[in-house]
């Protein structure tokens, strides 16, 4: 059994790189705001792209703590620091994504905001996965 359905109403036009909607049923796994510092809380990159790579295995370990996997996200949320510069690094966040989630594209909301709570962070990501039972 599939993990969750994608939702696309007909006569949509589908989305690229995300989904408008997810229907799960499983046990549900939520993550923190997960930001892209190592397991000493250091930051190693400084770009919208280096911290990306770093959010997704830090996501995708905490997800493994309860069994799940890439396959199971249904939902990420996105804030990042500056917009032009999420905008500038889509290739390099995109080929990232792909090697470490594949192909599966959640309900997804990008948000710019001011600042984020760890001052070298330039982006933090909230993830929902649905793990089928």
Known sequence: MSAHTTLLPPGWPRPKGYANGIAATGT????AGVVGWDVQEKFAADTVAGQFRQVLENTLAILAEAGAGPEHIVRMTWY??????????????????????????????????????????????????????
């Open 80 to 133: 990042v620091t500056d917009r032009d510069a999420y905008v500038a690094s889509l290739a390099q966040i995109g080929a990232h994504y792909r090697e470490l989630v594949g192909k599966n594209y959640p309900a997804m909301a990008v948000v710019e905001v001011s600042r984020l709570v760890e001052p070298a962070a330039l982006i933090e990501i909230e993830t929902t996965a649905v793990v089928p039972l």
């Open 28 to 31: 549900l796994v939520f993550t």
